[in-house]
């Protein structure tokens, strides 16, 4: 089997040669190249590559065209700061506190800001891999990209005192992404993943996802599926517990799961989804990697049974990150 076929095989619950491992290594695969970061994300030809060499070194079964979290909100019109080691930050916001986003346009994925340079990528890893290996695009999900329209601090105290207006915002924002995921499976990716950090349980209460993001989520993995979607990957880090029996009806087959949920807990609320995790990110900062390859053994025999899981982090492993503790991860998925 190939690497797009194992991913495809964990997400439909069928055997496969071997469980798949989908490191969720973005600017990683920069430093690991000895590319500037400030680079990575700014040429959509360079991140494809950096994450070309990558995989060919580790052999792992889904590359990830990822530049930064700022990428829809500056193609609106957010001002970032690019740094050379880091991802960039954004200085100023599209909208000022309590301004309406209906008022916005909907960016052109194909003219505006960065948004086609991660096209361009998808297309050369895409070109380059074929339907060997996962190729995944990149999406910021409905609640993130909404409160980076004001700020969170700003959002937030919308979502409160405004809620009607903050609604017009997750509307605007589930519109960007859906007209931005289509555009990326167009240009070749198998799925979008929606990475959305700011409907985590850490940052809004659980029955604030249940009422305003699930109908979102809905509209948007829909769109998604009718474009061409393998399948629906949903990425919500942190202590999701509360949300993830949810993760069903918004249509996700792929669930990431963070270290703060264990295995039997994450199949217990999902029995019949296909899980992906849960190793702690920082642990690949400095941790060694026997550590990881323990972790690794522990997730892997808790789903020999259940399959319907791919070996993972439970978010980004960071950009320092030591090349031993990944060497150590893609290992383990071999019994080493």
Known sequence: MNGLERMLAAVRFTPGDRPPVAPQLFGHAARWCGIPLRDYVQDGALMADCQLRIQAHYGHDA?????????????????????????????????????????????????????????????RLRSALGDTTLVAGSLLGPMSLATQLYGMEAALFLAADD????????????????????????????????????????????????????????????????????????NIAGPTAPILPWYPAAGADIATFDYYVSPEQAAGLLPQTCLLGNLKSLDFLDAHPQRIAAAAHLALAAFRERGGFILSSGCEIPPESAPANIAALIAARDGE
């Open 63 to 123: 590359v990830f065209a990822f530049m930064d979290f700022g990428l829809e909100s500056e193609a609106i019109g957010s001002r970032l700061r690019f740094y050379e080691a880091q991802y960039p930050e954004i200085t100023d916001y599209v909208l000022p506190p309590g301004a309406d986003a209906g008022q916005l346009r909907l960016p052109d994925p194909t003219a505006d800001g960065r948004l086609p340079e991660l096209l361009r990528g998808i297309a």
């Open 163 to 234: 809620p009607g207006r903050f609604e017009i915002a997750l509307d605007y924002a589930t519109a960007c992404a859906i007209r931005y995921g289509q555009a990326q499976i167009a240009a070749g990716a198998h799925l979008p993943v929606v990475f959305d950090p700011a409907a985590s349980p850490a940052v809004v209460p659980p029955a604030f996802f249940r009422e305003l993001l699930l109908p979102r989520l809905q509209r948007l993995f829909a769109a998604l599926r009718q474009a061409g979607a393998v399948a629906n990957w949903l």
